[in-house]
Nanobody, 123 residues
Framework: QVQLVESGGGLVQAGGSLRLSCATSGRAFTSATMGWFRQAPGKEREVVATNSFSVYYKDSVKGRFTIFRDSTKNTLYLQMKDLKPEDTAVYYC???????????????????WGQGTQVTVSS
């Protein structure tokens, strides 16, 4: 059974930092394209960053967020710094059980999802 379990969300002041984790099980993590998405109230879910043989970042998080994985722990991370109120959202981890050089930026590309973790940035 595939599981993706996020943790690390919370309330932080603007300019602060958080690290999100996504622990995976049930499938070969090293063969997966992994992504972080977020959904703010009243808005559609959007891609934040993806990690495969290369990494992708949404323009608004470049230089502030870092996506990386620890294959020894089957865990994906999103290190977030210099957080802004507009980063407030539910953050979701997603897995596509194919790893290629292609970028996968659409939520429909992904096979499995975590339950989400709330990130709230106060001004």
């Amino acid at each position: 059974q595939v599981q993706l379990v996020e943790s690390g969300g919370g309330l932080v002041q603007a300019g602060g930092s958080l690290r999100l984790s996504c622990a995976t099980s049930g499938r070969a993590f090293t063969s997966a394209t992994m992504g972080w998405f977020r959904q703010a109230p009243g808005k559609e879910r959007e891609v934040v960053a993806t990690n495969s043989f290369s990494v992708y970042y949404k323009d608004s998080v470049k230089g502030r967020f870092t996506i990386f994985r620890d294959s020894t722990k089957n865990t994906l991370y999103l290190q977030m710094k210099d957080l802004k109120p507009e980063d407030t959202a539910v953050y979701y981890c997603a897995a596509k059980w194919t790893r290629t050089s292609k970028l996968y930026l659409n939520q429909d590309d992904y096979d499995d999802w975590g339950q989400g973790t709330q990130v709230t940035v106060s001004s």
